[in-house]
């Protein structure tokens, strides 16, 4: 009974009340029997056992309804105990309620209540890249009505509350709530209610092998007992030897993202065509420039080389097919037929205009046989990291034969430069990035490209610090040698990319700001997966910012409907410009997407076409 009676008790405020209730009936009774057995006269004038029992159960909530008794002295007394027990029983009452209500709130606090919501996004984890997922969440949803953003990580609920009041601010419609509770438990995911949740994001933790975690937690998701529909699940995995393993634990539901394999080529890509990385930030995020599908019913019939000209606002870059298969930039005389859909840039879906009258053509202005030819270079990688050897494997793919790269780094990667490349010479200088001395020893001047790449052996900022000394250096010397280079350079913080505008590299790779836009992209929309697996697979059509001058005629003011047309006849889908003398001037940098095919630009020799293209 001890044993029982204990157990009772521990479970909570419900139990303790209930025998305070207990207590209190059993005084009530026994006073009342007391009463009507020795006091008979008194329960007599009082009206009875059962006036009596009122009275006393009044007495136990009221002690000062004691005033007016009268009576013997038996009946006082007996008056006097349930008074008295009363004033313990109540006091015990009002303790437990604090007591329950104090742990309610607290329990409240520590976000350890389950979510009770629909149609909300749940995301598993924590690190910086939260805040740009909450940020573009609120971005996409400015619109709708009421979205509700909910986040599960093993931190302290306040904690997350306030780095998010301070790192993202209002976030409009969108509410967002934070949980406490470790994604790897099956017990702390039912707290955010996936069953009823419109897509799962699974973010990388920041510790030193962020891949197993991902993993698990997209195990815990795959072997879920879901309902009928089930929400689609978004993850990246950081080294892309985890891929394959990362897809067979997250089943035939879920996205997984290669971050290591965007990144590299980002990096590798953007050092020949400076902007790139800026170009697929504006197709990633909410603020610009975003990919649609729309279903054009009247363009049917029409191949897609004329679809490309058909649009006065949005810019085609290839097909759904009705069977879900995407196209991107497909052949130019592939027929849209009436069940599929075009893949367009376009600010907003509600902007996508047909052209009412074929935009104005300047034929006479349009290049037929581009001058530019790819030579051999010399490129110079500064500093090395955990993606540099693969970097120098799509380098090499890249590279014209007989270009030279040579790695500026305190310890030489010697089973990295042993290997037999086919277009690619590779050597070794050692160099620290932040001494002057050293650069100022690479004799700079014979370089046409350097990339700086990232220090993943420090803290991310104080990576970020290191490489913006790196850059002042670089360029400072350039100034002195009069010999220019275009610089490319990796970054961890994009707040750091502002302060980084005073060196004026030609481009800065965020990659984890790509990759968290990315994974917000898929969560809003899982359709676009196979659209940007293509545009960022090796094998699929690539997004390329190529000289102008192969275009149009430099100084010639056109339509961008004629530069449409000259990349149409290149096999090619052109979706915007790159001006060189706004390059370092934010946010867009230079970068102008999906103009309107009808208005004027004036393009020069410096300048480039951002196109998609299989070359």
Request: contains cysteine; glycine residues 8%; aromatic residues 4%.
């Amino acid at each position: 009974m001890r044993v029982w009676f204990d157990g009772t008790m521990d479970r909570g405020t419900p139990a303790l009340i209930g025998w305070l209730g207990l207590a209190s009936l059993a005084l009530i009774t026994v006073v009342t029997g007391l009463a009507a057995l020795f006091a008979a006269e008194e329960t007599g004038k009082s009206g009875g056992w059962a006036a009596v029992l009122w009275d006393s159960l009044m007495r136990t909530l009221d002690p000062g309804t004691m005033g007016g008794d009268g009576g013997g002295p038996v009946f006082l007394g007996l008056m006097l105990v349930v008074t008295v027990g009363g004033i313990f029983i109540v006091s015990s009452l009002i303790g437990v309620l604090t007591t329950g209500l104090n742990d309610a709130i607290t329990n409240l606090r520590k976000g350890r209540s389950p979510v009770i919501t629909q149609g909300h996004i749940v995301v598993l984890g924590w690190s910086d890249q939260v805040f740009t997922v909450v940020a573009e969440l609120a971005a996409a949803n400015r619109s709708s009505r009421r979205t509700s953003v909910v986040i599960l990580a093993d931190r302290d609920k306040i904690d997350m509350e306030d780095q998010l009041r301070a790192r993202v601010g209002d976030t409009g419609r969108t509410r967002v709530v934070c949980r406490s509770g470790s994604p790897l438990k099956r017990a702390d995911l039912d707290l955010v209610s996936l069953d009823t949740a419109r897509a799962v994001m699974v973010l990388s933790p920041a510790d030193d092998d962020p891949d197993i975690d991902v993993i698990k937690v997209l195990l815990l998701l795959n072997n879920r007992p879901w309902p009928a529909v089930r929400p689609h699940v978004v993850a990246a995995v950081q080294e892309s030897a985890n891929v394959a393993a990362a897809r067979l634990a997250a089943g035939r539901h879920a996205l997984v993202v290669d971050a290591d394999d965007i990144a590299v080529r980002m990096v590798v890509q953007s050092h020949r065509q400076s902007g790139l990385s800026t170009v697929c930030t504006d197709l990633l995020d909410f603020a610009g420039n975003e990919i649609y599908l729309r279903a054009e019913p009247s363009l049917a019939g029409r191949s897609y080389g004329d679809i490309l000209g058909a649009f006065e606002a949005g810019a085609p870059i290839g097909l759904r097919r009705a069977d879900g298969a995407i196209a991107v930039n497909p052949p130019m005389d592939t027929v849209l037929t009436g069940t599929d859909e075009v893949i367009l840039v376009a600010e907003d879906d509600l902007l996508i205009e047909l052209a009412a009258t074929p935009p104005r053509v300047d034929a006479d202005a349009i290049v037929l046989v581009p001058d530019s030819k790819q030579a051999p270079d010399r490129t110079l990688m500064v500093g090395w990291n955990s993606r540099a050897e693969r970097a120098l494997d799509l380098l090499d793919r890249f590279a014209e034969p007989g270009s030279a790269l040579d790695v500026a780094a305190p310890r030489e990667p010697q089973e990295a430069l042993a290997v037999e490349r086919s277009n690619l010479t590779v050597g070794f200088k050692r160099c620290q990035p932040t001494s002057r001395r050293d650069l100022e020893s690479l004799d700079l001047g014979g370089y046409q490209h350097i990339i700086v790449l990232s220090d993943d052996t420090a803290a991310p900022d104080h990576a970020d610090d290191r490489t913006l000394v790196t850059l002042l250096h670089l360029r400072d010397i350039e100034v002195n040698l009069g010999e220019p280079y275009s610089i490319v350079t990796e970054m961890n913080d994009d707040s750091n990319r502002e302060v980084a505008q005073v060196t004026k590299a030609d481009d800065f790779v965020v990659s984890a700001r790509l990759i968290s836009l990315l994974m917000t992209q898929l969560a809003e929309n899982r359709h676009l997966y196979d659209v940007f697996a293509d545009l960022f697979e090796a094998s699929g059509a690539e997004i390329h910012l190529k000289p102008a001058a192969d275009y149009v005629q430099p100084g010639a003011e056109v339509t961008f409907a004629t530069v449409v047309e000259s990349a149409r006849r290149r096999g090619e889908s052109a979706i915007g410009y790159r001006t060189r003398r706004e390059a370092d001037q934010p946010p867009a940098y230079g970068v102008v997407l999906n103009p309107r095919r009808s208005q004027p630009v004036c393009l020069d020799v410096a300048d480039s076409i951002v196109v998609i293209s299989t070359d």
